[in-house]
Nanobody, 114 residues
Framework: VQLQASGGGLTQAGGSLRLSCVAS????????VGWYRQGPGKEREMVAE???????KYGDFVKGRFTISKDNTWNKVDLQMNNLKPDDTNVYYC?????????WGQGTLVTVSS
């Protein structure tokens, strides 16, 4: 399964970006779909996830600024990020967990300037 992420870029603090991820296989019955991020020398951390039954989880640092959504018809997972902060600067990875395996996209860089 291949995941193609897009939408990263440069924005100023307080700005918005929308990340998109398209999977080459269906995500309807995936255990979860989501976004993680990783900075240099840091562990990968969960940003947002949608669990199979539709519930969502967000990292503590999100504090209502981000919204994750998915479109099962187009096998797409989006992350709307508002009120971005310089600390949000990271490489963002989309992921799909089918239970029998987890797949990762190639990563998209988000840079937030102060």
């Amino acid at each position: 399964v291949q995941l193609q992420a897009s939408g990263g870029g440069l924005t100023q603090a307080g700005g918005s970006l929308r990340l998109s991820c398209v999977a080459s296989a269906g995500i309807l019955n995936a255990n979860s779909v989501g976004w993680y991020r990783q900075g240099p020398g840091k562990e990968r951390e969960m940003v947002a996830e949608i669990i199979n039954r539709g519930s969502t989880k967000y990292g503590d640092f999100v504090k209502g600024r981000f919204t994750i959504s998915k479109d099962n018809t187009w096998n797409k997972v989006d992350l709307q990020m508002n009120n971005l902060k310089p600390d949000d600067t990271n490489v963002y990875y989309c992921t799909v967990d089918y239970g029998w395996d987890r797949f990762w996209g190639q990563g998209t860089l988000v840079t937030v300037s102060s």
